[in-house]
């Protein structure tokens, strides 16, 4: 059962996302207190989205009802969605049909927290440098990054991060996303970030 976060524990997880969409492919985390609470994957939800937003968790019924309940946001279909949480990695499908903005309301693109099990490794490397035995990775580059790699360590990843490029291809709309561990860990993917698949990882 999740829940309520009080106003100190809503603003602690607040700046922990916002500091990982300001440094993509870093790792922050979330409180250690609220982690052994409830699923890390659940607190952006508890912490962001209240009355006058929207959310959707497909594929986690549970967390989806105790969201609702708790913060009373509203559940529409995840395209219709300001919030969404994926409980596993979305289909290309599933990314290309979400809330990107418009030209002049880009805020309203969809914000994406997605679970899982660990958080893709990341380094700062080089632009000359590429990564050698670390299997698909992708490059990542714009604002509040200089170059990193993040390594793909679970399947489907270099799916999402195909989708996503579409997703984000027309500026200023776009989808914001997050990775959150079990462990509590943050990595965040904002719209302006440029991630390159390099499938040969080589």
């Not at 300001?82 to 409980?87: D, K, N, P, S, T």
């Amino acid at each position: 059962m999740l829940a309520a976060l009080n106003s100190q524990e809503s603003t602690l997880v607040f700046r922990t996302m916002l500091n990982a969409l300001a440094f993509p492919g870093r790792r922050f985390d979330l409180p250690n207190n609220l982690v052994a609470q409830m699923p890390a994957a659940t607190l952006p939800l508890l912490a962001l989205v209240d009355v006058e937003t929207t959310f959707c968790a497909p594929g986690a019924t549970q967390w989806q009802a105790d969201i609702a309940m708790i913060t009373s946001s509203r559940v529409v279909a995840a395209t219709d969605a300001r919030f969404v949480l994926f409980a596993d990695l979305p289909s290309a499908s599933d990314v290309l049909h979400l809330g990107r903005g418009t030209a002049h309301r880009p805020e309203l693109g969809c914000k994406v927290v997605l679970a899982v099990e660990h958080l893709p490794e990341s380094r700062p490397v080089t632009d000359d440098e590429r990564p050698t035995g670390a299997g698909h990775c992708a490059t990542l580059r714009g604002p509040g990054v200089q170059t990193s790699v993040v390594v793909a360590i679970q399947p489907g990843v270099d799916e999402f991060l195909t989708a996503r490029a579409t997703a984000v291809a027309d500026a200023p709309t776009g989808i914001d996303c997050w990775f959150v561990a079990n462990d509590g860990g943050v990595m965040g993917l904002p719209r302006t970030t440029h991630a390159t698949f390099d499938g040969a990882g080589n």
